[in-house]
Nanobody, 123 residues
Framework: QLQLVESGGGLVRPGGSLTLSCGASGDIFNIYQMGWYRQAPGNERELVASVTTGDRTKYADSVKDRFTISRDNAKNIVYLQMTDLKSTDTGVYFC?????????????????WGQGTQVTVSS
Protein backbone atom coordinates (compact mmCIF):
# COMPACT_ATOMS: atom_id res chain seq x y z
CA GLN A 1 0.00 0.00 0.00
CA LEU A 2 1.56 3.25 -1.13
CA GLN A 3 1.47 6.07 1.42
CA LEU A 4 1.27 9.65 0.17
CA VAL A 5 2.16 12.63 2.35
CA GLU A 6 1.49 16.20 1.27
CA SER A 7 3.41 19.22 2.53
CA GLY A 8 3.95 22.86 1.70
CA GLY A 9 0.53 24.29 2.42
CA GLY A 10 -0.05 27.45 4.40
CA LEU A 11 -1.42 30.96 4.43
CA VAL A 12 -0.52 33.21 1.51
CA ARG A 13 -1.73 36.56 0.26
CA PRO A 14 -3.54 36.93 -3.06
CA GLY A 15 -1.02 37.06 -5.88
CA GLY A 16 1.48 35.00 -3.91
CA SER A 17 3.02 31.62 -4.64
CA LEU A 18 3.31 28.23 -2.98
CA THR A 19 4.79 24.91 -3.96
CA LEU A 20 3.17 21.74 -2.67
CA SER A 21 5.03 18.45 -2.44
CA CYS A 22 3.67 14.93 -2.30
CA GLY A 23 6.12 12.36 -1.00
CA ALA A 24 5.47 8.68 -1.58
CA SER A 25 6.54 5.75 0.61
CA GLY A 26 7.49 3.74 -2.46
CA ASP A 27 7.98 3.90 -6.19
CA ILE A 28 5.67 6.08 -8.25
CA PHE A 29 7.25 5.41 -11.65
CA ASN A 30 4.68 2.65 -12.16
CA ILE A 31 1.70 4.77 -11.11
CA TYR A 32 -0.08 5.82 -14.29
CA GLN A 33 -1.43 9.16 -13.15
CA MET A 34 -0.43 11.33 -10.21
CA GLY A 35 -2.73 14.20 -9.46
CA TRP A 36 -3.60 17.03 -7.14
CA TYR A 37 -7.18 17.57 -6.05
CA ARG A 38 -8.63 20.25 -3.83
CA GLN A 39 -11.72 20.56 -1.72
CA ALA A 40 -13.09 23.89 -0.55
CA PRO A 41 -15.58 24.04 2.34
CA GLY A 42 -19.01 22.98 1.15
CA ASN A 43 -17.69 21.89 -2.24
CA GLU A 44 -16.90 18.56 -3.79
CA ARG A 45 -13.32 17.47 -4.31
CA GLU A 46 -12.13 18.58 -7.75
CA LEU A 47 -9.17 17.71 -9.92
CA VAL A 48 -6.67 20.56 -10.10
CA ALA A 49 -3.88 19.00 -12.12
CA SER A 50 -2.57 15.60 -13.15
CA VAL A 51 0.47 14.11 -14.83
CA THR A 52 0.81 10.68 -16.42
CA THR A 53 3.77 8.34 -16.74
CA GLY A 54 4.28 9.84 -20.18
CA ASP A 55 4.42 13.34 -18.66
CA ARG A 56 1.11 14.29 -20.21
CA THR A 57 -0.43 16.98 -18.04
CA LYS A 58 -3.97 18.17 -17.54
CA TYR A 59 -5.22 21.23 -15.65
CA ALA A 60 -8.53 22.58 -14.45
CA ASP A 61 -9.48 25.64 -16.47
CA SER A 62 -9.38 27.76 -13.31
CA VAL A 63 -5.66 27.10 -12.75
CA LYS A 64 -4.27 26.95 -16.30
CA ASP A 65 -1.24 29.19 -16.80
CA ARG A 66 -0.91 29.61 -13.02
CA PHE A 67 -0.20 26.09 -11.71
CA THR A 68 2.41 23.57 -12.85
CA ILE A 69 2.46 19.91 -11.90
CA SER A 70 5.54 17.73 -12.17
CA ARG A 71 6.68 14.32 -11.00
CA ASP A 72 10.17 13.22 -10.01
CA ASN A 73 10.11 9.45 -10.29
CA ALA A 74 13.67 9.15 -8.99
CA LYS A 75 12.75 10.89 -5.73
CA ASN A 76 9.14 9.64 -5.63
CA ILE A 77 7.80 13.17 -5.26
CA VAL A 78 5.07 15.04 -7.09
CA TYR A 79 5.06 18.84 -7.05
CA LEU A 80 2.42 21.47 -7.61
CA GLN A 81 3.82 24.93 -8.21
CA MET A 82 1.12 27.54 -7.67
CA THR A 83 1.50 31.17 -8.69
CA ASP A 84 -0.79 34.22 -8.75
CA LEU A 85 -2.92 32.60 -6.08
CA LYS A 86 -6.51 33.72 -5.65
CA SER A 87 -8.94 33.43 -2.77
CA THR A 88 -10.82 30.85 -4.83
CA ASP A 89 -7.76 28.58 -4.64
CA THR A 90 -8.35 28.14 -0.92
CA GLY A 91 -8.98 24.57 0.15
CA VAL A 92 -7.45 21.32 1.26
CA TYR A 93 -5.15 19.92 -1.41
CA PHE A 94 -4.89 16.16 -1.78
CA CYS A 95 -2.37 14.07 -3.66
CA UNK A 96 -3.67 11.08 -5.60
CA UNK A 97 -2.15 8.09 -7.35
CA UNK A 98 -4.43 6.51 -9.94
CA UNK A 99 -3.84 3.19 -11.69
CA UNK A 100 -0.62 1.49 -12.56
CA UNK A 101 1.35 -1.69 -13.11
CA UNK A 102 2.88 -4.19 -10.71
CA UNK A 103 6.37 -5.66 -11.01
CA UNK A 104 5.09 -8.29 -13.42
CA UNK A 105 3.45 -5.72 -15.66
CA UNK A 106 -0.15 -6.39 -14.68
CA UNK A 107 -2.52 -3.41 -14.53
CA UNK A 108 -4.15 -2.50 -11.25
CA UNK A 109 -6.76 0.17 -10.62
CA UNK A 110 -4.82 1.70 -7.74
CA UNK A 111 -6.40 4.65 -5.95
CA UNK A 112 -4.07 6.14 -3.37
CA TRP A 113 -4.77 9.31 -1.39
CA GLY A 114 -2.85 11.47 1.02
CA GLN A 115 -4.30 13.20 4.07
CA GLY A 116 -4.24 16.64 2.50
CA THR A 117 -2.60 19.98 3.19
CA GLN A 118 -4.46 23.23 3.80
CA VAL A 119 -3.93 26.18 1.47
CA THR A 120 -5.50 29.47 2.50
CA VAL A 121 -5.31 32.51 0.24
CA SER A 122 -6.31 35.62 2.13
CA SER A 123 -5.19 39.17 2.74
Amino acid sequence: QLQLVESGGGLVRPGGSLTLSCGASGDIFNIYQMGWYRQAPGNERELVASVTTGDRTKYADSVKDRFTISRDNAKNIVYLQMTDLKSTDTGVYFCNGDGGWDDEGYWHQYDYWGQGTQVTVSS
